[in-house]
C-alpha cells in the first residue's frame, strides 16, 4: 500500500527495519497494514497482534480485564472502592496500569486502522446529486445520487453479499419533529429489510424506502422457484431435507450451479439513485423541512450473527456483544444536509397509526419517523423488563466443537486424502509444466424417513429413502 489509501500515490522512503538501536539504510518502504473493509470486534488485549501483549496476560487473562469500566485509568483508579473484588490476575493497581499502557498502544494502532479504512472506502463511493421533485403541502419528493467513485471496480467489490453500504436519511421539521426516515436500524441492529428478525417477526415494518447495495444471494427450491437467502444453503422442502451435492465443479465455473447473487453494486463510473417520497399526511405544517442524509458502510448485517448464532463465540462473545462490534465500525462515509422549504397557511394533521411493533419500539427506545420522535428514556429503561424475542442474546455461547463429528471415511479415497494433512503425495508433472496429483473420490449420502399422515379417512404411511452418489 503507498502513501495515501486508495490512490497511486507513491511509497515511503524510510528505514526497514532496526537493527540493535541502529535503523537500515532508508529506502522504499511499502505499507503492509491494508486497511479494508473488514474490522475486529474482539478485545483489544488479543488483537492486533502484539507480543508484548502476549507477553504480560494470555487470552484469558486479557478477556477478564473490563477496559470499557476504565480498569487503569486515574479516573476509575481513584474512586474505586477498597474492597472492589477483581480477577486474580488483575487484583493489582499497578498491573491494571501496566494492562492500560498496552492497550493505549493498542487503541492507537486500531484508530489508525480505521481512520485508513474509513479513506480506503471514501475512494469508493460519493454522493452525487440530491434532486428536488416535489416540495409543496402536498408532500415531498426527493431523489439521491450514489455514484462509483472508481474507473476499475463495481463497488461494493468482493464479497459484495455481506457488505452494507446504505443510505440513511432523516428528514425533520424546524422543531426537530422526525417527519420521515429510511435506513435507521432496528434493536438488533439491522436495517429493517425482510431479513431484520423484528420486521420477520411482524414486530417493526419493512422499510420501503430502503437503499443498500448488499448484494442477496438467492438459492434454487426444489420445483420452480428461488428464494432469498443470509447464508447461500440450498434447503429441499421435501419429507427428506438434505443438503444437494453438486454435481458440477464449484471451482471450474467459478460459482455454485444452484445458487446465484442478485447484484446490486455499481458498476465503474456508474450511479444508482434512490427516490424518496413523504406525503402531506406526514408533514407537520412546520416548514422548512430539512433531510439529513448519510452514506453509511457496515462490514457485515447482523442478521449473519443470527444464523450462524448456534455454533457459538469464541473469546467468551454472546450474538450481542458481536453485533454491537460490528455496529461499532458502522463508518459514515459521506454527509449531505438539504433543506425542503415548504410554505404552510396552518397546521397540518398528521396521522398515525399504532400497532404492536410501534409499542415495542417505543418501549426498547426505538425512535423511527412512523413513532414520532420518541424518547430513548424511561422507555429505553422498560425495554430490560420487556424484552422481545427477536432481540439476540446476551448469552456467551461457546463453540460447539464437540457437536461437530467426525468425517466418515468416503466409500473410495485414492490419491490424496479428501481434507487430508501432511506432506503431499505423488505428482506427474506435465510437458505444459502443470503439476498434478490425481485422485479419484467416491461418496454419497443415504437419508432415509419414516412419515404418516391421517386425512380423517385414511392413514397413508411410508418409509421413504434417497441415495445420492457422486465421484470427483
Known amino acids: ?97 501496566d494492562a492500560r499502557d498496552m492497550l493505549d498502544q493498542q487503541f492507537a494502532l486500531l484508530d489508525e486502522y480505521m481512520a485508513q479504512r474509513k479513506l480506503v472506502l471514501q475512494e469508493g463511493f460519493t454522493l452525487g446529486e440530491v434532486v428536488t421533485e416535489r416540495a409543496d403541502e402536498q408532500g415531498i419528493r426527493f431523489k439521491v445520487q450514489v455514484r462509483n467513485n472508481t474507473t476499475g471496480y463495481g463497488v461494493p467489490t468482493g464479497f459484495d453479499a455481506e457488505r452494507l453500504v446504505y443510505l440513511q436519511v432523516r428528514v425533520t421539521d424546524r422543531d426537530g419533529t422526525v417527519v420521515f426516515t429510511s435506513g435507521d436500524l432496528d434493536p438488533n441492529g439491522d436495517l429493517r429489510d425482510s431479513h431484520s428478525l423484528y420486521v420477520h417477526n411482524g414486530e417493526l415494518p419493512l422499510d420501503p424506502y430502503l437503499f443498500n447495495l448488499q448484494s442477496k444471494f438467492i438459492t434454487r427450491n426444489v420445483r420452480g422457484s428461488e428464494s432469498e437467502r443470509i447464508i447461500p444453503v440450498n434447503p ?13 465443479s464449484s471451482i471450474l465455473l467459478g460459482r455454485p450451479v444452484n445458487v446465484r447473487k442478485h447484484r446490486k453494486s455499481i458498476e465503474p463510473n ?48 454472546s450474538p450481542h456483544d458481536v453485533a454491537a462490534g ?26 398515525v397509526g399504532i400497532f404492536p411493533g410501534m409499542a415495542l419500539a417505543l418501549l426498547i427506545g426505538f425512535s423511527p419517523a412512523w413513532a414520532g420522535s420518541g424518547s430513548q428514556g424511561e422507555e429505553g429503561e422498560q ?50 509444466g502443470a503439476v498434478w496429483r490425481p485422485s479419484l473420490w467416491v461418496y454419497g449420502t443415504h437419508r432415509m424417513a419414516v412419515q404418516t399422515i391421517d386425512n380423517g379417512a385414511t392413514r397413508i404411511s411410508e418409509w421413504a429413502h434417497r441415495l445420492d452418489l457422486f465421484a470427483n
Open 1 to 97: 500500500m503507498g502513501t495515501e489509501p486508495g490512490r497511486p500515490s507513491g511509497y515511503t522512503v524510510a528505514p526497514a527495519a532496526r537493527v540493535g538501536d541502529v535503523e537500515t539504510k532508508p529506502r522504499k518502504r511499502t505499507n503492509h497494514m491494508f486497511p479494508g473493509p473488514d474490522h475486529s470486534v474482539i478485545h483489544p488485549g488479543i488483537f492486533p497482534h502484539n507480543t508484548e501483549a502476549a507477553k504480560l496476560a494470555t487470552i484469558r487473562e486479557w478477556l477478564a480485564f473490563d477496559y470499557e469500566a476504565g480498569w487503569g485509568t486515574d479516573a476509575f483508579e481513584d474512586t474505586v472502592p477498597e474492597d472492589a473484588v477483581f480477577p486474580e490476575r488483575w487484583d493489582s493497581v499497578d498491573e491494571r496500569y
Open 236 to 248: 429441499s422442502f421435501d419429507p427428506l431435507p438434505f443438503l444437494r451435492p453438486l454435481t458440477q
Open 270 to 317: 456508474g450511479s444508482r439513485w434512490a427516490l424518496y417520497e413523504i406525503p402531506g399526511s406526514q408533514l407537520t405544517g412546520k416548514g422548512p423541512y430539512a433531510a439529513n442524509i448519510k452514506l453509511i458502510f457496515g462490514m457485515v448485517p447482523v442478521n449473519l450473527i443470527n444464523d450462524i448464532k448456534e455454533v457459538g463465540f469464541d473469546y467468551g462473545m
Open 326 to 351: 460490528v455496529l461499532g465500525g458502522h463508518v459514515t462515509l459521506r454527509e449531505r444536509d438539504v433543506a425542503f422549504d415548504v410554505s404552510s397557511k396552518g397546521p397540518m394533521r398528521v396521522r
Open 383 to 432: 425495554s430490560k423488563e420487556m424484552e422481545s424475542g427477536s432481540r439476540l442474546s446476551d448469552i456467551p455461547l461457546p463453540l460447539q466443537v464437540e457437536d461437530v463429528p467426525d468425517r466418515p471415511s468416503l466409500l473410495l479415497e485414492l490419491g490424496e486424502p479428501f481434507l487430508g494433512t501432511g506432506s503431499f503425495g505423488p505428482e506427474v508433472e506435465l510437458p505444459t
